[in-house]
């Protein structure tokens, strides 16, 4: 079946602008998660989606980062004002209960602020 | 003591060599457990779920020893295509998400 796809694939923006990254989980996954990854670094948990309710967006890195899912399904991140610390791989994952399953990952998204 | 720990390596063996990857978290509630690998620049992919009673998936064995909150994965007749960072991941974040180490790289040559 069907994996977990994100899009774009690739995004290059300026300082300053604004971002949309896109997450399609596996059908039937009722959890959904953020997830970002630095260059040679490891994984930076974001926030968590069961359903379309976000419990804590504490893990958010500042308020420039919105999350929001809708119909239970997709999901999209958006940074505002773009910054050049914000330039990772924004990984999306997958799962079909919360609270420690196994998660499936999308190939995620290299956003490049320049 | 951070949640999850992992020697980051690099571990460099030869071809058809056994190799062994430890892993301590924190949590002593945690009630999942798994490996993944991550290649260079891919997203991680579950590689095996971690029982408390140990389980193996061909060239591959993981433990578990919740007494000592450490997991161990075995990789026996090591291939070049097994060349990835291994990532040991635990479940029981706050917010039911999995919590990741920072991986030990492998590197298996000819």
């Known amino acids: 079946g069907a994996g977990v796809s994100q899009s774009p694939s690739n995004k290059v923006t300026e300082k300053g602008k604004d971002v949309e990254l896109r997450c399609d989980p596996i059908?039937?996954?009722?959890?959904l998660y953020w997830y970002r990854q630095s260059l040679g670094q490891g994984l930076e948990f974001l926030i968590y989606?069961?359903?379309?309710?976000?419990?804590?967006k504490s893990g958010l890195p500042s308020d420039r980062f919105s999350a929001e899912r809708t119909g239970g399904s997709v999901s999209t991140l958006t940074i505002q004002r773009t910054q050049q610390e914000d330039s990772a791989v924004y990984l999306c994952?997958?799962?079909?209960?919360?609270?420690?399953?196994?998660?499936?990952f999308g190939p995620g998204t290299r956003l490049t602020v320049t | 003591r951070k949640e999850v720990e992992q020697d980051p390596g690099p571990f460099n063996v030869p071809e058809g060599a056994t190799v062994a990857f430890n892993c301590t978290y924190s949590?002593?509630?945690?009630?999942?457990f798994f490996w993944y690998r991550q290649d260079c620049r891919k997203e991680p992919k579950l590689l095996m779920s971690?029982?408390?009673s140990g389980n193996e998936d061909g060239r591959f064995t993981a433990q578990l020893n919740r007494a000592s909150q450490y997991i161990s994965l075995l990789i026996r007749d090591s291939k070049l295509s097994d060349s990835a960072t291994y990532l040991c991941?635990?479940?029981?974040?706050?917010?039911?998400?999995?919590?990741f180490g920072k991986g030990t790289k492998l590197s298996v040559k000819p």
């Open positions: 994952a997958s799962s079909l209960r919360p609270a420690g399953y196994e998660q499936y």
């Open positions: 059908s039937g996954h009722t959890a």
């Open positions: 989606f069961q359903g379309n309710s976000a419990p804590d």
């Open positions: 949590n002593s509630a945690s009630q999942s």
């Open positions: 971690v029982y408390s």
């Open positions: 991941v635990v479940g029981g974040g706050s917010q039911g998400n999995l919590i």
